[in-house]
């Protein structure tokens, strides 16, 4: 399967899962709101130019804002974990060429570690800016704090599961391929 | 003005970021004030036809508690048939009842219609219901919408087929309510933080309030029908340094499987709304 039907399928499958799944969860706790619907934009490819990304992500964030009716909302959070995506990338993978061995990131290409800790970055930063957001329109410090903390441990925990339910399968990307 | 193009083609990717940024933020603010959903129109249509289509799977599988509902309904509203009460006569003289009631339309004030719930949020700041039923089947902007157990919220927003509804457990939702017992009035909000309950507030302390008490929609709201349920009194918070109550009310609706609504059109409030503005005009 090409890469970008992989990639329109995912877009379709994030948004219809975190609308019709993940948010129809009964509320657990005020502090919870299972947020998985962004690991669609850490698992585009390496090697897609930064600008495109940064639009990818921001189209994808309004999609879900007209479902869930927040205009804007979570399309600010998506531009922004987008692009932050690269710097993070940079940061923890060690690398000698400037070529990765793989098409997108997941655990075989980045390692368990670093992977985990890719993830938990961009959580933080998505969850932290949509909180904050919704927090700027309703002062309450401790919910602030609360919920940052709360809703990035789940999505945290959500995406490793993922992972691990919906194992991918990567070819090493070598010269010849 | 080289080094300006310089710059922009140096940071451009940080520049269109901003552009993003900038752009996301306005929508976030300038459209999402309340009662200015505009930005959903056309959208509501897409995700609306989505969201029917769920709900037919949502909608089978809680039939169950639906019939439950609706058979308490009827049980409810039998026992207000004018064929249960009957009293031994004791007319002397006959007279005839010159009332018009309701058989002319004229005089009808309030007119409800029944809706389908397709979409429905409880867990965020900001809930919106959807209800399959548009401007093209009589739904306008500011109409009262109930269940079948009490209020529900206001419609802000009408597309063709389907209409958004602003419920009251929305941080921007203001309703006008009363005490059954003693008819105090006082305002019905939320605080943002469990959906099961709403806060009223300026409640005068002079006034006995117990828990259990029943909150009912005031005489002098213009849009929902006087005598409505809202909620039940959960618990009397006593603030010092005050000399209102805040009460803490369980909703009589349970908003997480709410899905078929009536919404309430007043059809004399354009009358009203004329007098009260051709009023403040003339002062």
Known sequence: MSNLVKNIIRFILFILVQVYVLNKIPPLHRFITPYLYFIFILWLPFNMPRLTLTFVGFIYGLTLDYFTHTPGLHAAACTLVAYARPFVINILIARESTEFNYVEPSITAMGFTPYSVYILILAFLHNGYVVFLEWLRFPDIWYFIGKIFATTGISFLLALITEMLFYRKQRFRTNTA | ?283
């Open chain 2, 1 to 283: 003005m080289r080094n300006v193009f310089l710059f922009i083609r140096r940071y451009f990717n940080f520049v269109f970021f901003l552009l993003l940024q900038i752009v996301a933020l306005m929508i976030l603010f300038r459209y999402n004030k309340y009662h200015e959903a505009a930005f959903m129109g056309v959208a509501s249509e897409i995700t609306g036809s989505f969201d029917a289509r769920y709900n037919t799977i949502e909608n089978f599988l809680r039939l169950k508690k639906t019939n439950e509902q609706l058979a308490a309904e009827n049980e409810r509203l039998k026992n207000m048939l004018r064929q249960d009460f009957a009293a031994p006569d004791s007319l002397k003289q006959l007279v005839i009842d010159s009332i018009k009631i309701d058989s002319l339309e004229h005089y009808r004030k309030y007119l409800y219609l029944s809706a389908k719930v397709i979409g429905n949020s409880t867990g965020s700041q900001t809930n919106y219901i959807t209800i399959h039923r548009g401007s093209a089947q009589g739904v306008q902007r500011d109409m009262a919408v109930l269940s079948s157990t009490g209020v529900v919220g206001t419609v802000v927003n009408v597309s063709r087929n389907m209409a958004s509804v602003m419920s009251i457990l929305h941080r921007q939702s203001r309703i006008s309510a009363s005490l059954y017992r003693s008819g105090e009035t006082g305002t019905v909000e939320w605080d943002g933080k469990d959906p099961q309950f709403v806060t009223m507030r300026n409640i005068p302390k002079s006034v006995q309030v117990k828990k259990g008490d029943t909150v009912i929609t005031s005489k002098y709201s213009d849009k929902f029908p006087p005598g409505q349920f809202i909620g039940f009194v959960d618990e009397v918070a006593n603030e010092s340094g005050s000399s209102f109550y805040s009460l803490r009310l369980r909703t009589a609706t349970n908003f997480f499987n709410v899905q078929y609504v009536n919404v309430v059109a007043n059809l004399q409030k354009e009358e009203q709304d004329q007098l009260e503005k051709a009023t403040q005009q003339k002062q």
